[in-house]
């Protein structure tokens, strides 16, 4: 049996993830550690653990494992002590709001002799795994451009508080799609120049709910990527990832999220969708723990975090100087 636990319900994926938990054999969902002791009260009810109230204790005991779903800002200290610990560490995205806290993590897990994953679950999903497949067999040629989005729900509460987010839509965005782009074309970034906007909540909200941002990749590959909290709370789920690649043999469209029916419900006067495909978290948190049997970093690294860091850092520098900036 391996046993995980999770660190903080902040980030609303630990609920996902702990769905994951419970639902894969041979795993247990072993205990919940927060700061939040009510919240993480709530959360152990729920998914039928305990909830351990000290950190120290939490970690002393023989849990394989740590998914950390924190608050931004939050996940270097809960590294650094699940690493001191001797765990396994799942860190949700992004790794850390600066270069300097995510190469923080990265070196302290590696001195520790630990596996440290970054949590991008769009990795797992099917239609970018056959995007990336037909990009590999090179059937298409090169590829010049690509133009991606991202768009999805406002959160709210600390993801609007710069302190403990780092940033708004485009922090929470794109590194999605930085994550994405590297691992399908295997290729770095190396400039970007972004806008950012506060115009779809208004004062209400203190950070960027939009950013625009154009890419350089290794090559002269240009990229355009959109990131937004534009999708209204009715919306039938929380957002998208698209992508288009334009290459020399052709264009290359994929909707990360279109494995889906469209449900319109008179009894319930509503639209939904109805999802038929993949569960993405469910494979990203199989793919942890076979991590954690196995003693190797997950598919996703310490490193990929790091450098979709560096670019969404990068992003907001732009921003603020006017000026591409060089990554």
Known sequence: MVKIGIMSFAHIHANSYAACLNALPGVSLAAIWD???????????????????????????????VIITSENSKHREMVEAAAKARKWILCEKPLAPTMKDAKSIVDTCRKAGVGLGTAFPCRFS??????????????????????????????????????????????????????????????????VYCELGNQLHGKSLKTDDLGSLHLEMDGGIQ??????????????????????????????????????????????????????????????????????????DPASTGMDGFCATAVTEAAYKSAKTGKTVKI
């Not at 965005?173 to 994405?180: A, F, K, M, N, R």
Request: charged share 25%; aromatic share 12%.
């Open 35 to 65: 700061d939040n002791m009510a919240r993480g009260r709530k959360a152990a009810k729920e998914y039928k653990t305990k909830f351990v109230k000290d950190l120290t204790d939490f970690l002393a005991s023989d849990i394989d494992g």
């Open 126 to 191: 099917t239609p970018l795994v056959e995007a990336k497949a037909m990009l590999n067999s090179g059937q298409y040629g090169e590829v010049y451009a690509v133009s991606c989005t991202n768009h999805g729900q406002y959160p709210g509460g600390w993801f609007a508080d710069t302190a403990l987010s780092g940033g708004g839509a485009t922090m929470d965005h794109t590194v999605h799609v930085v994550d994405l782009l590297r691992w399908m074309l295997g290729k770095e970034f190396t400039s």
């Open 223 to 296: 990229v355009s990527h959109l990131a937004s909290w534009s999708r209204p709370k009715s919306f039938p789920t929380w957002g998208d990832v698209t992508m288009e690649f334009v290459c020399e043999g052709g264009l290359i469209t994929v909707d990360a999220f279109n494995q889906k029916l469209t449900v319109f419900d008179d009894g319930n006067e509503e639209v939904r969708w109805e999802n038929w495909g993949d569960n993405a978290d469910l494979a990203l948190i199989k793919d942890f723990v076979d991590a954690v049997q196995s003693k190797c």
